[in-house]
T-cell receptor, first 117, second 111 residues
Framework: GAGVSQTPSNKVTEKGKYVELRCDPI?????LYWYRQSLGQGPEFLIY????????DSGLPNDRFFAVRPEGSVSTLKIQRTERGDSAVYLC???????????????FGPGTRLLVL | GENVEQHPSTLSVQEGDSAVIKCTYS??????FPWYKQELGKGPQLIID?????GEKKDQRIAVTLNKTAKHFSLHITETQPEDSAVYFC??????????FGTGTRLKVLA
């Protein structure tokens, strides 16, 4: 079946602009995560959804970042007034969230490479 | 805050040799430790994981060990092949959903 998909795969924008990054999780996965990966670093937690609600958004760096998941499936990460420091790969992952079973595995999408000029 | 340290940052081995990557975590409440392989332009892919109630797990050429007392865990790849070349990340999860990742190890298997 289809894995996690993310669009666009690449996004180039100018400083100060608004961007939206989309994540389509695996069908039926209730848990959805957003991570940010800077060059040469591991993924850094941004936000976690369980269903439609953001259970933990403590990783969002500031109030320019916001994410939604209105129907408990597709999620959109929104960045306002982009800054050059926002340039990174934004990864989405989903899981069935059945802990202590093989179904807790996180499946990652290919990421969106964001470049802010 | 929670932290996961990973070493080495780069590792070159001859084809057929073994590779070992080590991670140390800070949060003693961590209960789940996955390892991911990331190839260029792709997202991380789970290759093996271990839970806190187990000390060792093996899957063909890949094994992971966990020392809860010392708060470290290791990935072992035996009989390495060129296709094993990639960046490997360890991660630790405390609670039910928050994963802290290491900084990655770039493994190069020389043919």
């Amino acid at each position: 079946g289809a894995g996690v998909s993310q669009t666009p795969s690449n996004k180039v924008t100018e400083k100060g602009k608004y961007v939206e990054l989309r994540c389509d999780p695996i069908s039926g996965h209730t848990a959805l995560y957003w991570y940010r990966q800077s060059l040469g670093q591991g993924p850094e937690f941004l936000i976690y959804f369980q269903g439609t609600g953001a259970a933990d958004d403590s990783g969002l760096p500031n109030d320019r970042f916001f994410a939604v998941r209105p129907e408990g499936s597709v999620s959109t990460l929104k960045i306002q007034r982009t800054e050059r420091g926002d340039s990174a790969v934004y990864l989405c992952a989903s899981s069935l969230s059945r802990l202590w079973t093989a179904q807790e595995t996180q499946y990652f999408g290919p990421g969106t490479r964001l470049l802010v000029l | 805050g929670e932290n996961v340290e990973q070493h080495p940052s780069t590792l070159s081995v001859q084809e057929g040799d073994s590779a070992v990557i080590k991670c140390t975590y800070s949060d003693s409440a961590s209960n789940y430790f996955p390892w991911y392989k990331q190839e260029l332009g792709k997202g991380p892919q789970l290759i093996i994981d271990i839970r806190s109630n187990v000390g060792e797990k093996k899957d063909q050429r890949i094994a992971v060990t966990l020392n809860k007392t010392a708060k470290h865990f290791s990935l072992h790849i035996t009989e390495t092949q060129p296709e094993d070349s990639a960046v490997y990340f360890c991660a630790a999860r405390a609670g039910t959903y928050k994963y802290i990742f290491g900084t990655g190890t770039r493994l190069k298997v020389l043919a």
